[in-house]
């Protein structure tokens, strides 16, 4: 827990200031202040691991104050203005971090673990250990199809209950989908608030507001954040809601999983620049197909680009009833790019899993398609030998499990 005290003699700055930080979990404000003199009396007894001062009511007064806290206290200070300059001046005298005014949620959270890693303050569990949130950057992986009904919602929910069954990793899947989600469905959820709240509160959402609106599945620790359930809601979001949420949920876990709808829209769009690695989910049929060299050549004109983040993974691999399958060579020469990940057909065991409203990890943890996507997620998760393995797999190099989950045709 990161203990602050904050001075500000202001009430229309302090008042907002002090609830944000009632909103994260990992603060505890041990002390508020409205005198800059006063201050240092108010927390020589109790140092805590962060001083936290305001510049604007009196820059001199506060300036000053900045030198005393930084020369007689070990705790790093970190200042707030909208005043650059005094701001260059408070870093001049030992501030070591600064805010702007307004103070946004996502920039105060970032300067807090900072903060929180120099101070050696202990984490929410009660160790010395950061909070998994703040320990590692958070990977944004975001699911794209290339046409209706490839398995991109059944892809999403697996992966990220997979990712969510390491105890290290912090995982939210966020339903994009605006119009015709279903990641609540598949999981057997009844969310109470949606993407479309978060939305309508833009302005004041914080941490608390943010909790409230996730759903939690229980049987894998996993958080879901569901899309509008009335259809008139969807134009409520716009590009830039999706961003700030984005933000502030990558701050707070290690992973995001993002199920994109099949459109392109500009919330899509958003997701996809904000995205890590995305994943475009295809069928070895010639439309599918024909859809990835599409959506390649459009990702790759976006502002930036974002067609070097793609990873092709061709799902139902194998499937009987699929006529005129097309082999994996002659998919990769269509595409042009090597196919990343292969996942097998296991029809019997995926749709008893969405019938049940349960992740193929609790329904059928031993079918070939959830050990196809739980090697997936080590994949994805930043650990090398799995992650070399997983590509010689997808060139057909490997034998055992792999050679079973990736046999297919050639």
Known sequence: MLRIAIVDPVDTTRDPLRSLLLGVDFVFLEAESNRYEFFPDVIRESPPDVLVVSLDADKPKALALVGQLAHEFQAPVLVISDDNQAILQALQRGAKYFLTRPVVLEDLLVCLRKAQGDSGAPSADGTGRQPVSGSRPCKVVAVLGTRGG????????????????????????????????????????MPDHTLADLALNIEKLDLNYMRRSMLRHEPTGLHVLAHPLQMSDVTIIQPAHVERVLNLLRINYTHLVLDLS???????????????????????????????????MTLNVQDGGVADKVRVVVNRVGADYTEGEIGLKRAEATIGKPIFWQVPNDAKGVLASRTAGEPLIIHAPKCRAQQSLSALAAALTDRPAVAAVAAAAANGQSGGIFKSIFGGKK
């Open 262 to 296: 099949k459109g392109l829209t500009p919330t899509d769009l958003a997701a996809l620049d904000m995205a890590d690695i995305i994943l475009l989910v295809a069928q070895l049929d010639l439309s599918s197909l024909r859809n990835v060299v599409r959506m390649l």
């Open 150 to 189: 490839v398995g991109c919602t059944t892809l999403s929910v697996n992966l990220a209950a997979n990712l969510a069954a390491d105890p290290n990793n912090s995982v939210a899947l966020v339903d994009l989908d605006l119009a015709l989600g279903d990641v609540d469905v598949a999981l057997d959820l």
